[in-house]
Nanobody
Framework: QVQLVESGGGLVQAGGSLRLSCAASQSIFSFNYMGWYRQAPGKQRELVAVIISGGSTNYAEAVKGRFTISRDNAKNTVYLQMNSLKPEDTAVYYC?????????WGRGTQVTVSS
């Protein structure tokens, strides 16, 4: 089955930047949607950003203007560029993808933003 592997998480200082990558084991050329969710301890998993077939994007209000989702079909990879990071962004970030079948999930990558 298709696998999603996240990378790029780590520890950064508030105000810094980080870029997350989600590499898929197959072509993402004909995707339905791909995106990022995050889950902080004790909280529900929430949508961060999504890119939909055709190129349109949606973002959570908390990250608008700071995060950007993009894709590279040649590398079968979706990215999440995170700028102006805040401690509130600390969470495990999960890649999500749909190729007109069941939703697929990565194992997650930890992002920690220190004050």
């Amino acid at each position: 089955q298709v696998q999603l592997v996240e990378s790029g998480g780590g520890l950064v200082q508030a105000g810094g930047s980080l870029r997350l990558s989600c590499a898929a084991s197959q072509s993402i050329f004909s995707f339905n949607y791909m995106g990022w969710y995050r889950q902080a301890p004790g909280k529900q998993r929430e949508l961060v950003a999504v890119i939909i077939s055709g190129g349109s994007t949606n973002y959570a209000e908390a990250v608008k203007g700071r995060f950007t989702i993009s894709r590279d079909n040649a590398k079968n990879t979706v990215y999440l560029q995170m700028n102006s990071l805040k401690p509130e962004d600390t969470a495990v970030y999960y890649c999500n993808a749909n190729f007109y079948g069941p939703d697929l999930w990565g194992r997650g990558t930890q992002v920690t933003v220190s004050s």
